[in-house]
């Protein structure tokens, strides 16, 4: 059968979201009229997830289930998604009903005018921390100052992708991933809806600070070469005031100034481009460790169970 609208929702842990999941998602997929697909990616969930989508796959066959080996990541999951998508749209929205499945239907009127990627930019965003918020805008931001691609501000990984874009995202096969800037990347004919972000309906955020820092590193390593080229540019500015320095050392030395005696300056100058060595180093060690898994080629993610038709 033809489907035109594959929704993928990654899921850990989201035992008290999946049946309202479930409910609202079938509501509002059955009244588009067209046929569609739901793709559950459990990703090595361990409160029981996993049993809960395999019991709504036996009972309704447009749900069609995906289970990891063990937690390979939200982005990674989505890739999964990707891989297992059969529709002529692709949605891909968080579990947790954040992202109300009722905006798929705005998604798709303007993929019907054309579009090829339509993605959801929050608005506003309801029962999150103001620590969140903030963050969340920062890491907007930053990332869209630095990469070279222009990734929309305030925008998930809630959006709509045409089959064509899907058929290149997955011949993207880069291990540290970051959907959103693949899609802007991409190019095509994309556009922005706004929506309200809603608070969690149960459970409580898998994002922890620690995920967020690292799904910023795979947005700015993936997308862009700022961070080794500051060690240029500090390179450039150090080496420039010395240059200028030595000259007023010397005179001032030769016009019998004591200035510049003790070892203070000294100290503080090697400890200040000691520093910056070390950071610079570690931001190599950073990309060549990124290399270094891309080399591996080891397979992005490991099912346990899939559908056989991919
Ligand atoms: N998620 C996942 N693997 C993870 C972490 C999260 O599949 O390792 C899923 C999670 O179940 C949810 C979505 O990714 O459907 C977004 O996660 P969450 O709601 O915790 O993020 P937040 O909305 O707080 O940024
Ligand atoms: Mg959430």
């Given amino acids: 059968m033809k489907i035109t609208y594959s929704i993928i929702a990654p899921i850990y842990n989201e035992i008290d979201n999946l049946p309202e999941l479930y409910r609202r998602v079938k509501e509002v997929m059955d009244s588009s009229g067209e046929p569609w697909e739901l793709i559950l990616v459990d990703d090595g969930s361990t409160d029981g997830s996993t049993d809960g989508i395999r019991a709504l796959a036996e009972k309704d066959k447009t749900v069609r289930p995906v289970i990891f080996a063990r937690n390979f990541g939200h982005q990674v999951a989505i890739t999964a998604g990707w891989d297992y998508a059969r529709g002529d749209a692709v949605v891909i929205i968080d ?17 019907k005018e054309g579009y090829e ?27 869209y100052s630095i990469t070279d691609v222009k990734i929309p501000v305030d925008t998930g990984d809630f959006r709509l992708m045409d089959r064509k874009v899907v058929n290149v995202l997955k011949q993207m096969k880069e291990r540290h991933r970051f959907p959103r800037g ?8 994309q556009i922005g809806v706004t929506y309200k972000r809603a608070a969690r309906v149960a459970g409580v955020t898998k994002y922890p600070f620690k995920k967020m820092l690292r799904l910023a590193l795979n947005a700015i390593t993936g997308f862009s070469y700022f961070p080794l080229q500051v060690a240029t540019y500090f390179g450039f500015i150090s080496a420039g005031m010395s240059i200028l320095a030595i000259p007023v050392v010397a005179i001032l030395r030769l016009a019998g100034s004591h200035f510049f005696e003790g070892q203070t300056t000294t100290l503080v100058s090697v400890l200040f481009l000691g520093g910056v060595q070390l950071i610079s180093l570690g931001i190599l060690g950073e990309y060549i460790g990124r290399l270094y ?17 991919q």
Avoid: C, H, N
């Fill in 182 to 189: 693949m899609s802007a990347w991409v190019g095509f004919k």
């Fill in 95 to 111: 579990a947790d009903l954040q992202d109300p499945p009722e905006v798929i239907l705005k998604l798709a009127k303007k993929w």
């Fill in 293 to 309: 898994d891309e080399a591996k080629g080891r397979p992005l993610y490991i099912v346990r169970d899939a559908p056989e038709d």
């Fill in 117 to 143: 990627v339509v993605y959801a930019v929050r608005g506003e965003r309801e029962g999150e921390t103001w620590f969140k918020k903030f963050t969340a805008a920062m890491f907007y931001r930053i990332i």
